[in-house]
């Protein structure tokens, strides 16, 4: 069983944390897989109250939870109703801001590509 890697805390772990040092910035996500350097495994506990150092940023990531916000083919009908409703007037501006889709929570995780996120494989 894998324990939380805090000094005197002997707790199951439930959640590691990946400090990216060249990000400033510590990832709390779902327990790894496999052990990884810079990684630490931490029970719910020190999970909860984990603080990141001064400068740095905590990214929690929920474990099993798909990133919020729509899917693509959400965005792709909003779209669809958008152009539909507009018809035959002439495309209002928020079209293209519904088109840009860039403004969801996946973006944000997504630019940290070259971290591992690790998911069960359903
Ligand atoms: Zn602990």
Same mark, same amino acid.
């Given at each position: 069983?894998?324990?939380? *890697?805090?000094t005197?805390?002997?707790?199951?772990?439930?959640?590691?944390?990946?400090?990216?040092? *060249?990000?400033?910035?510590?990832?709390?996500?779902?327990?790894?897989?496999?052990?990884?350097?810079?990684?630490?495994?931490?029970?719910?506990?020190?999970?909860?109250?984990?603080?990141?150092?001064?400068?740095?940023?905590?990214?929690?990531?929920?474990?099993?939870?798909?990133?919020?916000g729509?899917?693509?083919?959400?965005?792709?009908?909003?779209?669809?109703?958008? /152009?539909?409703?507009?018809?035959?007037?002439?495309?209002?501006?928020?079209?293209a801001?519904?088109?840009?889709? *860039?403004?969801?929570?996946?973006?944000?995780?997504?630019?940290?590509?070259?971290?591992?996120?690790? /998911?069960?494989?359903?």
């Open positions: 069983m894998r324990r939380c *890697s805090r005197a805390c002997g707790r199951a772990a439930v959640a590691t944390l990946t400090y990216v040092y *060249s990000d400033s910035t510590a990832v709390l996500g779902p327990l790894a897989t496999y052990a990884e350097p810079h990684c630490y495994d931490l029970c719910a506990e020190h999970a909860e109250r984990l603080t990141a150092p001064r400068g740095w940023e905590v990214v929690r990531l929920a474990p099993d939870l798909e990133p919020p729509p899917t693509h083919d959400d965005l792709l009908a909003l779209a669809d109703a958008v /152009r539909e409703a507009a018809r035959p007037r002439p495309a209002p501006p928020e079209q801001a519904v088109g840009g889709g *860039s403004e969801y929570g996946t973006t944000e995780i997504g630019r940290r590509g070259h971290l591992r996120v690790l /998911r069960d494989d359903r």
